[in-house]
């Protein structure tokens, strides 16, 4: 059984041409295979860090657990691992780490894991 995660992605054209056309926005499709007979559950939240708004749609399935955040329009794809409380997340650069209705982005290039970017509350 396969389920299937859709994320929003900005398509970078390369035109040899100096008046190139702005990026178009594409769709991506990625399928994560699991065993047969796996519930797929998947839930969307919106968060306030520090102003800024950060969105992340949970899916779980199985063993397989991820976080799809939309930090600033970028699109970050974050697995589930070890945390000694709460979920943590990370993808690419970005740790988020949640407990509760709170979470802190943490970003790897700026800071690491020593300060959080930015702590972040469950938009009501």
């Not at 929003?8 to 047969?36: C, F, K, N």
């Not at 950060?54 to 945390?83: F, H, K, M, P, Q």
Request: net charge negative.
């Amino acid at each position: 059984m396969r389920f299937p995660l859709v994320a929003a992605a900005a398509a970078l054209a390369s035109l040899a041409a100096a008046g190139s056309a702005p990026a178009a926005e594409v769709a991506i499709s990625i399928s994560i295979p699991v065993a047969g007979g796996t519930r797929v559950d998947s839930a969307s939240a919106a968060y306030d860090c520090d102003g800024r708004a950060v969105t992340a749609t949970y899916i779980n399935a199985g063993e397989v657990s991820l976080a799809v955040l939309d930090i600033a329009g970028e699109t970050v794809v974050a697995s589930n691992v070890v945390a000694a409380s709460g979920a943590r997340y990370v993808g690419g650069r970005y740790v988020w780490w949640t407990k509760g209705e709170e979470a802190d982005l943490y970003d790897l290039m700026q800071g690491g894991e020593d300060t959080p970017a930015a702590h972040c509350v469950a938009a009501r």
